[in-house]
């Protein structure tokens, strides 16, 4: 009888040696087949979520069935495990070390590529020029070839060559078997010519030929090391470039844990001592002070402040906090000192349970396995067959011989060499990526691509985004007095307040000198200027109709209104807003052209949000969103079939774009939302996600068209070579015009422009 579910124990793996998402479907398979096992591996992440039943498995047994893949395994705390024990404070740092192995064998893993890209670039650069010029071969250049290219094959190759074994072992074919099938025939077909045949010989040099010729003498003195040379050097420059690109999901994650306060001033028989946020308890009381973190969630027992939660909110406007207030841990304290009691701590604050929803978010996200992945399961072996039964219809059908009949089958496999369909996708990506960056748009890999083709509905998060997110007077209504006095005499008095709206009049304007200054906390401050008592804050008395229409209207927009009283007479009323970019309804019609739906998601009220929308063009809008309800939002929107973007730049916003099927950051956002995303916008502008999405379009079509042509000539020419009419020469050949084709195609993405100044 199976366990009931409340028994199954959660653990995160951390898996090494994956170089494809065939890899980690292969270590999901092995960890499935286990009797009371439920696991998802991620490729990005290079780790596994898994549930397992204790009762019939324990975590040496599901790192031994990784190993058993043919991959490195191990155990990374997981502070989400439904297991009481794990609570404590120890999680972070165990989690953080669990990472640290991954982030550490990913580096090694770049810095190991790196090195075999910079030598065999070195040898291969004289090897393909003494190859393809006959001038410049001196007597006995091919042993200098061969003594260049031994190295690149066996060393720089090793990598592929591993990963083939590892494969086979398994009866799989990726990528790496058909870099390791075509430059293995190249280099024994060379061995064979050199030391055998007649290309060994001093003085040689390469002629073609437009058939293979017949004779035992004169068809074994070619030979084809460049192949090997170019094909292993470009190869591990695109391996190094993907190593490198992976692991963002990691930073995120790391980078939400540490936006969070170090320590606290705790209560203590008492007087204040500061110790660790990872000491305190539920019913401890701290003290937090204007400019501090708040060590985590609890509620105020004594105090006034206003609180800013734009880190987890992404809202510009404060929360007035008081006694009885709930206070969220990593929030900013901008006015007042307050007593917190604590209420949560660990994994159950709220900074954590984003973390958290941002790790699920990643997990949940499948990978696109790579074209030229899908296709080698059938192409790898259909070319092997084929050099194969070449081979014996030869033997068979003809009468010209073993060497003929080898040299045919050797073509085959010459022809079928990945150089072409393997530089597709990492030249197209490099130079497409390389201009993005020149754009300020980072596009972070082959996947991101693929999405930016399926997204139908685009989803934009309101403030830093559509808004500026800075608080800005936008109106200013007087009476008795001019807008400008108005503003004034407000500007003096606020400039004495920190309260964030209160600065945000202050910096509208020049303003005189304030004195016998007085706040009044939740209600307003008060001061003398030039003269005149001068009251700014909310209204103590019914408002005339000349004030309480703009007033209202404020709050129908989301703005704040505040009422200015000269002399105690109510004389203006003051509106801040946060304010819309000049560039934000150029970009929404531009996101329209491209056949996306936008739609406005925002954790504001819905008259501020439907403001906002109408004067850029939104016509949809969701508001009045939590945090943790924007990855519903997005999962619900994919659940109706929608392929959803989610643009934003807040921590809020870190979780929704990790759910959705393309996530693209604001630059100028928090470093938690950058890395959650898939694409970064550097320049804070939202016509650029217009650009990036037209230019990783651009760049996936470009990855197709060299797909396509890498296999159309293969496909125009293996029966060619099967039948015996094609010389290996002019197969080498006719690769490297493949490989030539590909990347000029791919150099074409530099002349893109960008739409957005």
Same mark, same amino acid.
């Given at each position: 009888?199976?366990q009931p579910a409340l028994n199954l124990i959660n653990v995160d793996l951390g898996v090494t040696g994956m170089t494809c998402t065939s890899c980690s479907a292969r270590v999901e398979r092995k960890l499935n087949k286990?009797?009371?096992?439920?696991?998802?591996?991620?490729?990005?992440?290079?780790?596994?979520?898994?549930?397992?039943?204790?009762?019939?498995?324990?975590?040496?047994?599901?790192?031994?069935?990784?190993?058993?893949?043919?991959?490195?395994?191990?155990?990374?705390?997981?502070?989400?495990?439904?297991?009481?024990?794990?609570?404590?404070?120890?999680?972070?740092?165990?989690?953080?070390?669990?990472?640290s192995r991954i982030d550490a064998a990913r580096d090694a893993e770049a810095a190991d590529l790196k090195h075999r890209v910079q030598i065999s670039a070195l040898l291969t650069v004289p090897v393909v020029l003494l190859?393809?010029?006959?001038?410049?071969?001196?007597?006995?250049?091919?042993?200098?070839?061969?003594?260049?290219?031994?190295?690149?094959?066996?060393?720089?190759?090793?990598?592929?060559?591993?990963?083939?074994?590892?494969?086979?072992?398994?009866?799989?074919?990726?990528?790496?078997?058909?870099?390791?099938?075509?430059?293995?025939?190249?280099?024994?077909?060379?061995?064979?010519?050199?030391?055998?045949?007649?290309?060994?010989?001093?003085?040689?040099?390469?002629?073609?030929?437009?058939?293979?010729?017949?004779?035992?003498?004169?068809?074994?003195?070619?030979?084809?090391?460049?192949?090997?040379?170019?094909?292993?050097?470009?190869?591990?420059?695109?391996?190094?470039?993907?190593?490198?690109?992976?692991?963002?999901?990691?930073?995120?994650?790391?980078?939400?844990?540490?936006?969070?306060?170090?320590?606290?001033?705790?209560?203590?028989?008492?007087?204040?001592?500061?110790?660790?946020?990872?000491?305190?308890?539920?019913?401890?009381?701290?003290?937090?002070?204007?400019?501090?973190?708040?060590?985590?969630?609890?509620?105020?027992?004594?105090?006034?402040?206003?609180?800013?939660?734009?880190?987890?909110?992404?809202?510009?406007?404060?929360?007035?906090?008081?006694?009885?207030?709930?206070?969220?841990?990593?929030?900013?304290?901008?006015?007042?000192?307050?007593?917190?009691?604590?209420?949560?701590?660990?994994?159950?604050?709220?900074?954590?349970?984003?973390?958290?929803?941002?790790?699920?978010?990643?997990?949940?996200?499948?990978?696109?396995?790579?074209?030229?992945?899908?296709?080698?399961?059938?192409?790898?072996?259909?070319?092997?067959?084929?050099?194969?039964?070449?081979?014996?219809?030869?033997?068979?059908?003809?009468?010209?011989?073993?060497?003929?009949?080898?040299?045919?089958?050797?073509?085959?496999?010459?022809?079928?060499?990945?150089?072409?369909?393997?530089?597709?996708?990492?030249?197209?990506?490099?130079?497409?990526?390389?201009?993005?960056?020149?754009?300020?748009?980072?596009?972070?890999?082959?996947?991101?691509? @693929?999405? %930016?083709?399926?997204?139908? =509905?685009?989803?934009?998060?309101? /403030? *830093?985004? +559509?808004?500026?997110? !800075?608080?800005? &007077?936008?109106?200013?209504?007087?009476?008795?007095?001019?807008?400008?006095?108005?503003?004034?005499?407000?500007?003096?008095?606020?400039?004495?307040?920190?309260?964030?709206?209160?600065?945000?009049?202050?910096?509208?304007?020049?303003?005189? @000198?304030? %004195?016998?200054?007085?706040? =009044?906390?939740?209600?307003?401050? /008060? *001061?003398? +200027?030039?003269?005149? !008592?001068?009251? &700014?804050?909310?209204?103590?008395?019914?408002?005339?109709?000349?004030?309480?229409?703009?007033?209202?209207?404020?709050?129908?927009?989301?703005?704040?209104?505040?009422?200015?009283?000269?002399?105690?007479?109510?004389?203006?009323?003051?509106?801040?807003?946060?304010?819309?970019?000049? =560039?934000?309804?150029?970009?929404?019609? *531009?996101?329209?052209?491209?056949?996306?739906?936008?739609?406005?998601?925002?954790?504001?009220?819905?008259?501020?949000?439907?403001?906002?929308?109408?004067?850029?063009?939104?016509?949809?809008?969701?508001?009045?969103?939590?945090?943790?309800?924007?990855?519903?939002?997005?999962?619900?929107?994919?659940?109706?079939?929608?392929?959803?973007?989610?643009?934003?730049?807040?921590?809020?916003?870190?979780?929704?774009?990790?759910?959705?099927?393309?996530?693209?950051?604001?630059?100028?956002?928090?470093?938690?939302?950058?890395?959650?995303?898939?694409?970064?916008?550097?320049?804070?502008?939202?016509?650029?996600?217009?650009?990036?999405?037209?230019?990783?379009?651009?760049?996936?079509?470009?990855?197709?068209?060299?797909?396509?042509?890498?296999?159309?000539?293969?496909?125009?020419?293996?029966?060619?070579?099967?039948?015996?009419?094609?010389?290996?020469?002019?197969?080498?050949?006719?690769?490297?015009?493949?490989?030539?084709?590909?990347?000029?195609?791919?150099?074409?993405?530099?002349?893109?422009?960008?739409?957005?100044?």
């Open positions: 009888m199976t286990l009797d009371g096992v439920e696991a998802t591996v991620n490729y990005a992440t290079e780790s596994a979520q898994v549930s397992y039943d204790p009762a019939k498995v324990d975590t040496e047994k599901l790192i031994k069935t990784v190993e058993g893949a043919g991959y490195g395994a191990f155990t990374m705390a997981n502070s989400t495990d439904p297991v009481p024990e794990s609570s404590d404070s120890s999680d972070s740092s165990e989690t953080g070390t669990g990472q190859s393809m010029i006959p001038a410049l071969q001196f007597t006995n250049w091919q042993w200098a070839v061969l003594t260049m290219v031994t190295p690149i094959f066996f060393w720089g190759g090793a990598p592929f060559h591993k990963a083939t074994w590892a494969n086979l072992k398994h009866g799989s074919f990726t990528m790496d078997t058909l870099v390791s099938l075509g430059t293995t025939a190249a280099y024994l077909w060379s061995l064979w010519a050199l030391f055998i045949g007649n290309a060994g010989h001093p003085g040689m040099t390469m002629e073609m030929h437009l058939l293979p010729t017949t004779s035992t003498a004169s068809s074994m003195d070619e030979i084809y090391l460049e192949t090997v040379a170019v094909v292993i050097t470009f190869l591990l420059l695109g391996r190094w470039f993907e190593t490198k690109a992976k692991g963002q999901s990691s930073e995120a994650l790391r980078k939400l844990l540490d936006m969070g306060a170090k320590d606290a001033a705790v209560i203590r028989d008492g007087s204040e001592v500061r110790i660790p946020v990872s000491q305190l308890k539920i019913g401890d009381v701290f003290v937090t002070r204007p400019g501090e973190k708040i060590a985590t969630d609890g509620e105020v027992i004594e105090g006034t402040s206003a609180i800013d939660e734009s880190m987890l909110t992404g809202e510009s406007i404060p929360v007035e906090a008081t006694k009885g207030s709930k206070v969220t841990g990593a929030t900013l304290n901008t006015s007042g000192r307050l007593l917190v009691k604590v209420t949560r701590t660990g994994a159950d604050t709220t900074l954590a349970q984003m973390a958290k929803l941002v790790t699920d978010a990643q997990s949940q996200k499948a990978p696109v396995q790579r074209l030229v992945d899908k296709i080698s399961q059938i192409f790898v072996p259909a070319v092997i067959v084929i050099a194969i039964l070449t081979l014996i219809g030869h033997l068979i059908f003809t009468d010209a011989g073993l060497t003929p009949a080898f040299t045919a089958a050797v073509a085959v496999l010459i022809i079928a060499c990945p150089c072409a369909l393997g530089l597709a996708t990492p030249t197209a990506l490099l130079v497409g990526t390389g201009r993005g960056a020149q754009l300020g748009l980072l596009i972070k890999g082959p996947e991101i691509l @693929e999405s %930016t083709k399926k997204v139908d =509905t685009i989803v934009l998060d309101k /403030t *830093g985004t +559509v808004t500026s997110g !800075t608080m800005s &007077v936008t109106d200013v209504t007087a009476i008795n007095y001019s807008s400008a006095e108005i503003l004034a005499f407000a500007a003096a008095v606020e400039s004495a307040s920190e309260h964030p709206i209160a600065q945000a009049i202050a910096r509208s304007t020049d303003h005189p @000198e304030v %004195t016998n200054f007085q706040n =009044t906390a939740g209600q307003g401050v /008060t *001061g003398v +200027v030039s003269g005149h !008592t001068v009251r &700014v804050g909310k209204p103590q008395n019914t408002l005339i109709d000349a004030l309480l229409h703009p007033y209202q209207h404020a709050q129908t927009i989301g703005g704040t209104p505040v009422v200015v009283t000269i002399d105690g007479v109510d004389s203006g009323v003051i509106t801040v807003r946060d304010t819309i970019k000049d =560039t934000s309804a150029e970009a929404i019609s *531009g996101l329209k052209n491209l056949g996306l739906t936008p739609i406005l998601l925002t954790g504001d009220n819905l008259g501020a949000a439907n403001a906002v929308a109408k004067e850029v063009g939104i016509d949809h809008v969701i508001a009045d969103v939590l945090p943790a309800e924007k990855v519903a939002k997005i999962s619900s929107l994919q659940a109706e079939g929608k392929n959803v973007a989610m643009v934003g730049d807040g921590v809020n916003d870190a979780a929704a774009l990790a759910q959705a099927d393309l996530g693209l950051a604001m630059g100028a956002g928090t470093d938690v939302a950058i890395e959650a995303s898939d694409i970064t916008l550097m320049n804070n502008d939202l016509r650029s996600a217009v650009d990036a999405i037209r230019l990783s379009r651009k760049t996936l079509g470009t990855i197709k068209g060299n797909l396509f042509w890498a296999f159309a000539y293969n496909v125009a020419l293996i029966p060619v070579a099967a039948l015996g009419l094609l010389n290996p020469m002019l197969a080498g050949i006719a690769m490297a015009f493949s490989s030539v084709f590909v990347v000029s195609n791919s150099l074409r993405l530099r002349r893109f422009q960008a739409r957005s100044n």
